[in-house]
């Protein structure tokens, strides 16, 4: 029970859970990293690795709290070696903000602004006179939900309602220091 | 949408072409499609708004079609006549009244297609939360900015569209319009 296999099955389970990647199959990461194991052991080392990866993940935890998770891990019957928990140290050092960034957006599910362009026109026609030969604003903004089809929002705004805009989100802004 | 044209009494019909070349002109902010339906309805014709929604986009589709290749009256009854064979002859007659007294005087330029596409912002409601926990991680702590954007849309309904950003997403967004008020102070 090398380093290397574990470190790359940790991959694979990160890839198949967290990261939506559907060709990694249990078979072809007993296949690929450890042949020499019979289908049942692969199973259980594999849901004991899975099961510990899912526990750090959930909690999101800090290097205080995943090493004295380790190592009670290392103490329990039928826990971990400390090889295997300087390897999975390791894994959740360098994973950790894309796991945590991926389990964020599974949890997103309402209309998300994907993208957002603009660009400013003059005006040269206008139902009101006073606004020929105005510069407005463009705003193009893609919103949808994660995974499915975009709608996409086209929002005209002159200098008045950039303000008002600005103003409002410079609110935000102001109350994001609270947190 | 054709057969539905049907339903609909001449005075009605020239009704909503008027609107909707004067919307065209620019001279009202849209076509009030559901009020125009709730007297259709009044008088007794069945139909309901999405038929007639779909009517008053084709015929401003028709209009604004024929504004760009300056169609005279003539080519733009015969093109009518080319695309749709069963249009009742007083619809005809309608389009091709109003197109006469009223249709030169619709722009061509990019600003009046992109006007009839274009919702005018009218607010923006917010509010901050930050997501605790869920059922894949108990230890989620992310913040995120929901907005709720006032919306007028080219017809003059006002509609709300919420939507989510994260922080990263909210401050690029802030900077983009202020780089759009300091773009707009020098044109």
Request: proline share 2%.
């Amino acid at each position: 029970e090398g380093c290397k296999p574990l470190a790359a099955l940790l991959s694979g389970i990160a890839q198949a859970v967290y990261h939506g990647n559907a060709d990694i199959t249990e078979e072809l990461l007993r296949g690929q990293l450890y042949p020499e194991a019979t289908p049942e052991e692969f199973r259980a080392l594999r849901a004991k690795m899975g099961g510990l990866l899912q526990s750090i993940a959930s909690a999101d935890m800090d290097l205080n709290q995943l090493e004295a998770f380790l190592t009670a891990q290392t103490k329990k019957q039928g826990g971990i070696t400390s090889d295997q928990a300087a390897v999975i140290a390791k894994f959740w050092k360098n994973h950790r903000i894309k796991i945590h960034e991926s389990l964020i957006n599974q949890s997103r599910w309402d209309n998300v602004l994907k993208n957002m362009n603009w660009r400013v026109d003059l005006k040269s026609q206008s139902r009101h006179i006073d606004q020929i030969n105005t510069p407005v604003a463009i705003v193009e903004m893609e919103l949808g939900k994660n995974g499915q089809e975009s709608e996409f929002l086209c929002l005209e705004f002159d200098e008045a309602k950039v303000s008002q805009m600005l103003k409002k989100l410079s609110e935000i802004e102001e109350s994001m220091t609270s947190l | 949408a054709a057969d539905k044209i049907n339903l609909i009494p001449q005075d009605f019909f020239a009704e909503l072409c008027e609107q909707i070349i004067q919307h065209l002109n620019h001279k009202i902010s849209g076509v009030n499609t559901a009020e125009l339906c709730q007297r259709i309805q009044t008088s007794g014709i069945e139909i309901n708004v999405g038929d007639l929604a779909k009517i008053v986009n084709v015929v401003s589709f028709l209009f604004s079609t024929a504004a760009r290749n300056n169609l005279s009256t003539e080519e733009l009854v015969t093109t009518l006549g080319n695309a749709v064979s069963t249009l009742p002859k007083h619809a005809v007659q309608v389009i091709r009244h109003v197109w006469n007294e009223q249709g030169k005087s619709i722009s061509v330029s990019e600003d009046a297609r992109n006007t009839a596409t274009v919702g005018q912002f009218v607010d923006i409601k917010w509010k901050l939360g930050v997501a605790m926990s869920s059922d894949t991680c108990r230890s989620l702590k992310y913040p995120y900015v929901t907005v709720t954007l006032k919306v007028a849309d080219p017809s003059g309904q006002i509609t709300d569209k919420t939507f989510e950003m994260t922080i990263p997403q909210f401050k690029n967004f802030f900077r983009q319009f202020k780089e759009m008020a300091a773009v707009l102070e020098t044109v």
